[in-house]
């Protein structure tokens, strides 16, 4: 039999079976890449560059969380929603790709100096003492999923947006017509003859009987329900729980030293007024006239005529501004120097130092005392990060929520709170963390399932390990129990049907071509002529035509009557007069309006701007790949 197999082995039928099945055996193998040869793995391409999926998956990942957030704990985001994320998210990676190569085209960039300056400047970085804080900088990175390289991309795209979008935004004008019939339409006033039915001086209503007030405690459960209690043992872990385990060594604190010098230094301000232009002959007529003595004013005017633009930029430092040669020009100035005409991308520039603020420098000890706080807060941000891990496993384990605490040397508590914060007698309950963790602590015990066990939650950059063992349901209160606040509440709400039906009869008469002032007088009331008033709710002064009336009077005519329910009860109102602006003396409304006008129309050229290099950018999307991107 083997002498046969071998023989057979030897023939060309084998051979080819053998071949054959190599063959089978490779392309099994390699599956994969013969199903996906020549096709695309990239979820969009801008300019042929791909954004590939795990970058569009953990942009939607990062929109998702922000979303969730702002939505609450209840929360759930459906197939919809995070298909509409999803999209989002590409959109936003398509726009700012397109941005990044129209920056790279026209030479943009972003020096190491202006993105630390970027950083330092956002405010929700910043602590209570106004200064740059890593601690709450690091917190951001992990609750967004953003490594330090993800997050210095984004500054440095935003800072090359900047540039891009300022000079787009530069030419926004708004036209001397539009903003005196914005002004006009704004600043109209109303004149008004008023009665009001306020609920205080309402008649008295009979008294109710025992079956009006059971009906309208049944139909008004949430007026005399008991909130939810729910019953919960807590423990914060936070950075300043661990901070006294944290040691940074004095090595570290001199390393830090230049940066933190950066953070809580005063560098040097220099006061800069700057014009625009597109020619180099139209910056050095600009330039001789500046040197001469002209006002901005005046440069203002000569630039606009060359079809550019000058402006007032206020206080800057030389990290302030990224294009390197035109921050070289102004920081060599000395106080009142005009710079040569200056090249840039953007055209070109000329330049006027106004004032100059010197650089003040913090004590070396002052230095040293800060930096070692702010290592100690890093560190201490990073050890929570890690005991958080631990202590999820140590209750996963089994531990109790008061065992837990014990081992990681943290104060446990027990309370019964409802979901604004109070006891079942009414009063506040202290929750672990302060004022300042008290919305997210609460948020977590309301979001934990009773009975479901301990568990770890984010507290506003903490952690917070709890248990929710029971909780009692919001129920009704027995009629027995609340009967003199149903009859108060009862009497409220006759009386203001009383003072409603009294306001419908009034505003009747008057709308059947009755004298309004009569009107008013047999419905009881005195008519007050009140205003002028402004158009803005917002802005109605106290003591003048109630701010619920305005809309309707301002859609009305003279002689027509409106009617509205107010704060007090009641209002009735007949258009006595239209009072014009005086657009022409409010030239402190003129600016205003002018300014809003040109800041809308900034923003409608930024958009368009990001829309025509969008087109430009040869965008593809792959649609085969969304459904990845939304996590489907």
Same mark, same amino acid.
């Given at each position: 039999?083997?002498?046969?197999?071998?023989?057979?082995?030897?023939?060309?039928?084998?051979?080819?079976?053998?071949?054959?099945?190599?063959?089978?055996?490779?392309?099994?193998?390699?599956?994969?890449?013969?199903?996906?040869?020549?096709?695309?793995?990239?979820?969009?391409?801008?300019?042929?560059?791909?954004?590939?999926?795990?970058?569009?998956?953990?942009?939607?990942?990062?929109?998702?969380?922000?979303?969730?957030?702002?939505?609450?704990?209840?929360?759930?985001?459906?197939?919809?929603?995070?298909?509409?994320?999803?999209?989002?998210?590409?959109?936003?990676?398509?726009?700012?790709?397109?941005?990044?190569?129209?920056?790279?085209?026209?030479?943009?960039?972003?020096?190491?100096?202006?993105?630390?300056?970027?950083?330092?400047?956002?405010?929700?970085?910043?602590?209570?003492?106004?200064?740059?804080?890593?601690?709450?900088?690091?917190?951001?990175?992990?609750?967004?999923?953003?490594?330090?390289?993800?997050?210095?991309?984004?500054?440095?795209?935003?800072?090359?947006?900047?540039?891009?979008?300022?000079?787009?935004?530069?030419?926004?004008?708004?036209?001397?017509?539009?903003?005196?019939?914005?002004?006009?339409?704004?600043?109209?006033?109303?004149?008004?003859?008023?009665?009001?039915?306020?609920?205080?001086?309402?008649?008295?209503?009979?008294?109710?009987?025992?079956?009006?007030?059971?009906?309208?405690?049944?139909?008004?459960?949430?007026?005399?329900?008991?909130?939810?209690?729910?019953?919960?043992?807590?423990?914060?872990?936070?950075?300043?729980?661990?901070?006294?385990?944290?040691?940074?060594?004095?090595?570290?604190?001199?390393?830090?030293?230049?940066?933190?010098?950066?953070?809580?230094?005063?560098?040097?301000?220099? *006061? /800069? %007024?700057? $014009?625009?232009?597109?020619?180099?002959? #139209? @910056?050095?007529?600009?330039? =001789?006239?500046?040197? +001469?003595? !002209?006002?901005?004013?005046?440069?203002?005017?000569?630039?606009?005529?060359?079809?550019?633009?000058?402006?007032?930029?206020?206080?800057?430092?030389?990290?302030?501004?990224?294009?390197?040669?035109?921050?070289?020009?102004?920081?060599?100035?000395?106080?009142?120097?005009?710079?040569?005409?200056?090249?840039?991308?953007?055209?070109?520039?000329?330049?006027?130092?106004?004032?100059?603020?010197?650089?003040?420098?913090?004590?070396?000890?002052?230095?040293?005392?800060?930096?070692?706080?702010?290592?100690?807060?890093?560190?201490?941000?990073?050890?929570?990060?890690?005991?958080?891990?631990?202590?999820?496993?140590?209750?996963?384990?089994?531990? *109790? /929520? %008061?065992? $837990?605490?014990?081992?990681?040397?943290? #104060? @446990?508590?027990?309370?019964? =709170?409802?979901?604004? +914060?109070? !006891?079942?007698?009414?009063?506040?309950?202290?929750?672990?963390?302060?004022?300042?963790?008290?919305?997210?602590?609460?948020?977590?015990?309301?979001?934990?399932?009773?009975?479901?066990?301990?568990?770890?939650?984010?507290?506003?950059?903490?952690?917070?390990?709890?248990?929710?063992?029971?909780?009692?349901?919001?129920?009704?209160?027995?009629?027995?129990?609340?009967q003199a606040e149903v009859r108060r509440a009862w009497t409220l709400d006759a009386r203001r049907r009383a003072q409603?039906?009294?306001?419908?009869?009034?505003?009747?008469?008057?709308?059947?071509?009755?004298?309004?002032?009569?009107?008013?007088?047999?419905?009881?009331?005195?008519?007050?002529?009140?205003?002028?008033?402004?158009?803005?709710?917002?802005? #109605? @002064?106290?003591?003048?035509?109630?701010?619920?009336?305005?809309? !309707?009077?301002?859609?009305?005519?003279?002689?027509?009557?409106?009617?509205?329910?107010?704060?007090?009860?009641?209002?009735?109102?007949?258009?006595?007069?239209?009072?014009?602006?005086?657009?022409?003396?409010?030239?402190?409304?003129?600016?205003?309006?002018?300014?809003?006008?040109?800041?809308?129309?900034?923003?409608?050229?930024?958009?368009?701007?990001?829309?025509?290099?969008?087109?430009?950018s040869s965008v593809t999307i792959n649609p085969s790949m969304m459904d990845q991107v939304a996590g489907r």
């Amino acid at each position: 039999m083997i002498t046969a197999f071998r023989r057979l082995a030897g023939t060309w039928f084998a051979k080819g079976l053998f071949i054959l099945l190599v063959l089978s055996f490779g392309i099994w193998g390699i599956e994969d890449v013969v199903r996906n040869f020549g096709r695309d793995s990239a979820v969009a391409r801008v300019g042929g560059q791909p954004i590939e999926l795990p970058e569009a998956q953990n942009a939607a990942r990062r929109e998702t969380q922000r979303l969730a957030r702002q939505l609450g704990p209840n929360f759930e985001p459906n197939d919809a929603f995070r298909t509409a994320v999803a999209r989002q998210a590409v959109e936003n990676l398509i726009a700012s790709r397109a941005q990044t190569q129209e920056a790279q085209r026209m030479g943009v960039g972003a020096s190491v100096d202006a993105i630390r300056a970027y950083t330092f400047s956002i405010p929700s970085f910043q602590g209570a003492d106004g200064r740059f804080n890593p601690l709450i900088l690091n917190q951001f990175l992990r609750q967004n999923d953003l490594t330090e390289a993800d997050f210095t991309r984004l500054v440095v795209a935003d800072l090359e947006r900047q540039q891009l979008v300022g000079a787009i935004r530069a030419g926004a004008r708004s036209p001397d017509a539009l903003t005196r019939r914005l002004l006009a339409f704004a600043e109209e006033k109303r004149v008004a003859e008023v009665a009001e039915f306020p609920l205080l001086s309402a008649p008295e209503v009979p008294e109710p009987t025992e079956a009006q007030l059971t009906r309208f405690h049944e139909n008004n459960p949430a007026q005399f329900s008991s909130p939810e209690f729910r019953d919960a043992s807590l423990a914060l872990l936070s950075a300043q729980s661990v901070l006294p385990r944290v040691t940074v060594s004095d090595a570290e604190v001199e390393a830090g030293l230049d940066a933190q010098r950066e953070r809580n230094g005063s560098p040097e301000r220099r *006061t /800069v %007024e700057q $014009a625009l232009v597109s020619t180099r002959e #139209a @910056a050095d007529a600009i330039r =001789v006239a500046w040197t +001469g003595g !002209g006002d901005l004013s005046a440069i203002k005017a000569q630039a606009e005529a060359a079809g550019g633009s000058a402006l007032e930029m206020g206080q800057i430092t030389r990290s302030e501004m990224p294009v390197e040669n035109i921050a070289q020009a102004v920081f060599a100035l000395p106080e009142g120097g005009v710079t040569e005409p200056v090249q840039s991308p953007f055209g070109w520039h000329v330049m006027k130092v106004t004032a100059i603020q010197p650089a003040a420098e913090v004590p070396i000890e002052q230095l040293r005392a800060q930096a070692r706080q702010a290592l100690s807060l890093e560190k201490a941000a990073d050890m929570v990060f890690e005991e958080a891990n631990k202590l999820e496993d140590a209750l996963a384990g089994g531990a *109790t /929520v %008061e065992e $837990a605490a014990q081992r990681f040397g943290l #104060a @446990a508590a027990r309370v019964s =709170v409802d979901r604004q +914060g109070n !006891g079942r007698d009414g009063q506040r309950v202290e929750l672990p963390g302060g004022p300042v963790a008290r919305t997210a602590v609460l948020d977590a015990i309301f979001a934990n399932a009773p009975g479901n066990g301990p568990r770890v939650a984010d507290a506003a950059g903490s952690f917070v390990a709890l248990d929710v063992p029971a909780a009692t349901p919001a129920a009704l209160k027995p009629f027995a129990e609340v009967q003199a606040e149903v009859r108060r509440a009862w009497t409220l709400d006759a009386r203001r049907r009383a003072q409603e039906e009294r306001a419908a009869a009034l505003l009747a008469a008057a709308q059947g071509g009755k004298d309004f002032a009569e009107a008013a007088r047999e419905a009881g009331v005195e008519a007050v002529r009140m205003g002028p008033s402004a158009r803005d709710p917002q802005s #109605a @002064a106290p003591g003048g035509i109630p701010r619920e009336l305005l809309p !309707g009077l301002f859609a009305a005519k003279p002689g027509e009557v409106t009617m509205a329910a107010t704060a007090d009860g009641f209002a009735v109102a007949r258009l006595a007069e239209v009072v014009a602006a005086d657009v022409a003396a409010d030239t402190a409304g003129l600016a205003r309006v002018k300014g809003e006008v040109e800041q809308s129309m900034q923003d409608d050229l930024e958009a368009q701007f990001a829309a025509a290099l969008r087109a430009r950018s040869s965008v593809t999307i792959n649609p085969s790949m969304m459904d990845q991107v939304a996590g489907r």
